[in-house]
């Protein structure tokens, strides 16, 4: 198992916010600085950027801008003495799969030099055009990290803008952060009397992939079991996502999203009857934020997040949604067994709030609206999203003296139906959200209908009470 164990100097203060976007613009210069990873390792890049001499390249390591052939953005979140960041990285050079994933690498490295403390990337997503990319994008990947590998996921939405592959890192560092590599796809974080678990990579086999059930009986049974081989269950993880193929096809009559919904109630009631989920302040079983979205190809992959801590201070709570039934009392015209999922949960530690959002689209209530109209899908989604983390929701669920705002998301994904639509949802996006940074996937939604689906992650620094001296 490898350790890793930082000592950083203690971020900056936050100024006005919980965070400061940064990205490049698309008119920056082309020159591109290559740090690492090794050629030797990787092989000669291929997109013809201007390099710069080695002499030179030393002297900037640690200052220098990221590849500005990258669409890139990140987020820098200070969380007192710890930092974090969210990446998001979309390659634009032109050139073959594994020199877009050299480009990204390269940029996630660069954008990590940057910064005052050393970081540590603790999970990884990769949007990957087709399931052939994924064994040499892997090799590449462990190439480079060796044994402090993320936790990783690969799933099969290809990126809008027609790139091989899109990344999502999650990077951190600071004071006393000591981060574990227990076994492949697991990676444990901890400081400040929390450990933080990122569990990725777990795929259904091929011969489960004829039977929607079998396979998200095996992908939940797995999580269970590598949670339960690092001291977890269930109930320690308040964040889920599942990837599946064909999500809305019919298998046997019944869609497949609908055959993952049943799975994943037994699950969970399996889980309760062990003792292996968190209850809540009325008995009632509360259940993880999820995202579960289509891919092409692959069956079914799940991921999660988790937080362990002994800390009274701390309050995790999920949310709903005035404006929308609860999934998991949806009637059974939806689904034979609802979607076990909360809107959102959200996480008091210290002075500040992190809401991790569900996948959210365009339903009020339990009903579909704006059929046809990507568009107003997306901006219906967005309202959702905004009644959401409203601070009047926030206080309904118990949480003083927070007034979430859109600003305040540190990253996005949107998954997009159908390509030809990518362009007007990005710019609805763009307005709302501003320059958050982004990934566009295309990707089905669990109901044919839906054209557009939105995750994020907001931080939200909690405003002083007044009353207290």
Not at 65 to 82: A, E, F, G, K, Y
Not at 83 to 110: F, K, N, Y
Not at 146 to 157: E, G, K, L, N, S
Not at 386 to 396: A, G, V
Request: aromatic share 8%; proline share 6%; glycine share 6%.
């Amino acid at each position: 198992m490898k350790r890793i164990q930082t000592n950083g100097r203690p971020a900056g203060a936050i100024q006005n916010s919980a965070f400061n976007n940064q990205w490049t613009g698309a008119n920056a210069s082309i020159t591109c600085d290559r740090l690492m990873p090794s050629r030797q390792v990787l092989g000669e890049c291929t997109m013809g950027c201007v390099s710069r001499p080695e002499t030179h390249r030393k002297s900037v390591e640690a200052t220098t801008p990221p590849c500005l052939l990258s669409r890139q953005q990140h987020t820098v979140i200070d969380l007192q003495d710890i930092r974090r960041i969210a990446l998001m990285v979309t390659p634009q050079c032109v050139g073959t799969p594994i020199d877009q994933a050299w480009e990204a690498v390269s940029t996630i490295r660069a954008i990590m030099l940057q910064q005052p403390v050393a970081m540590t990337v603790s999970m990884q997503t990769i949007f990957v055009k087709s399931a052939e990319l994924i064994p040499a994008i892997r090799r590449l990947l462990e190439s480079y990290f060796m044994d402090t590998m993320p936790a990783t996921t690969f799933i099969v939405q290809p990126p809008a803008g027609g790139q091989a592959l899109a990344i999502e890192a999650w990077a951190l560092g600071g004071k006393d952060v000591e981060v574990d590599f227990p076994t492949t796809d697991i990676v444990t974080v901890q400081y400040n009397d929390m450990r933080w678990i990122h569990v990725g990579g777990i795929v259904a086999p091929e011969h489960f992939h004829e039977s929607a059930y079998a396979e998200a009986e095996f992908v939940f049974a797995d999580l269970a079991g590598r949670l339960d081989r690092i001291g977890a269950t269930m109930a320690d993880v308040p964040r889920v996502w599942l990837y599946q193929d064909q999500i809305v096809e019919l298998e046997s009559g019944t869609e497949r999203y609908r055959e993952l919904n049943r799975a994943r109630t037994d699950f969970f009631d399996q889980q309760n009857a062990a003792g292996f989920m968190k209850i809540g302040d009325a008995g009632q079983v509360i259940y993880p934020a999820s995202t579960g979205i289509g891919m092409t190809g692959g069956g079914l992959t799940i991921s999660a997040l988790g937080l362990q801590t002994d800390r009274d201070d701390i309050v995790i709570r999920p949310l709903e949604n005035p404006s929308q039934t609860s999934a998991f009392d949806y009637d059974q015209r939806f689904s034979l067994k609802s979607p076990k999922f909360a809107r959102a949960m959200a996480m008091s530690i210290d002075d500040y709030v992190t809401t991790w959002v569900s996948g959210t689209a365009s339903i009020l209530e339990s009903e579909s609206v704006h059929l046809g109209d990507a568009e107003k899908q997306t901006e219906q989604t967005i309202d959702n999203i905004q009644r959401l983390i409203s601070p009047e929701n926030m206080e309904r669920h118990g949480f003083q003296g927070v007034h979430p705002q859109l600003a305040d998301i540190a990253k996005l994904r949107v998954y997009v139906k159908n390509p030809e639509d990518k362009p007007v949802c990005e710019a609805v996006c763009r307005r709302r959200f501003g320059d958050v940074p982004a990934i566009y996937a295309i990707a089905d939604v669990c109901r044919p209908e839906l054209l557009v689906e939105i995750e994020g992650v907001a931080f939200t620094k909690r405003q002083p009470d007044p009353d207290r001296h």
